[in-house]
Every structure is written in structure tokens, then in C-alpha cells.
């Protein structure tokens, strides 16, 4: 499975953006999610989505915010990201996770990676 994450931009403060990540194969029995690293941070978890949507989790700090969904007709799996904020600039990474069902939000655990898109919000 290959991952090629697109969306990304420079937006202001308060504005939208909404990544996709699309799979080169069906990634429909893997949970899919979004992790972000901002320079000289460590890898941040955003959101996850299980197997038919059947959970979704996200990171504290984008509660509210940020929505994460799915179409395993099209293997594409988007990111929604609402009232975004400077604290949001980063690389943001889709994900998928190395065994069918397993539904988490620790990085370890997801063995398919995309190469990331830049995600700039000026204040």
C-alpha cells in the first residue's frame, strides 16, 4: 500500500483546509490516520478512522475542530480542518495501519506512510 497525501497550503488564521490521503490499494480493513510534526517537535497524533468508520479519535488539540472520514469505494480518506490556528503549522502524515481492525492512535502500530503535506496558518 502507497500513500500520497495532498491538500496542504498557506492559509490565515480562522480559515479551512482539507487534506486527502489516497491509497494505492484498498486500505478498507486498516484504520487510516493523520499524524502531524512540526520542526523541532515530535510527531503529533491528529485523528484516526477505523474499519467502516466504525470509530474515529482525535488528538486533543484539534477537538471541534478537525474531522476525519473515509471512502473505501475511492481508498481516499480526508481530513477536514476547520478554524485553523498558527499551532497547527506542520507536515501533516496519513497513515495506515499495519493489521486489519486494529484501531489506535500510537504511531507505532501504523506501517504504511505518506510522504506528508506542508500545512502553513499565519496569525
Known amino acids: 500500500v502507497q500513500l500520497q497525501a495532498s491538500g496542504g497550503g498557506l492559509v490565515q488564521a480562522g480559515d479551512s483546509l482539507r487534506l486527502s490521503c489516497a491509497a494505492s490499494?484498498?486500505?478498507?480493513?486498516?484504520?487510516v490516520g493523520w499524524f502531524r510534526q512540526a520542526p523541532g517537535k515530535e510527531r503529533e497524533f491528529v485523528a484516526a478512522?477505523?474499519?467502516?468508520?466504525?470509530?474515529?479519535l482525535y488528538g486533543d488539540p484539534v477537538k471541534g475542530r478537525f474531522t476525519i472520514s473515509r471512502d473505501d469505494a475511492k481508498n481516499t480518506v480526508s481530513l477536514q480542518m476547520n478554524s485553523l490556528k498558527p499551532e497547527d503549522t506542520a507536515v501533516y502524515l496519513c497513515?495506515?495501519?499495519?493489521?486489519?481492525?486494529?484501531?489506535?492512535?500510537?504511531?507505532?502500530?501504523?506501517?504504511?506512510w505518506g510522504q506528508g503535506t506542508q500545512v502553513t496558518v499565519s496569525s
Open positions: 497513515a495506515a495501519t499495519k493489521e486489519s481492525y486494529r484501531f489506535t492512535a500510537q504511531s507505532e502500530y501504523y506501517g504504511y
Open positions: 490499494g484498498s486500505v478498507s480493513t486498516l484504520s
Open positions: 478512522v477505523a474499519y467502516r468508520s466504525a470509530n474515529k
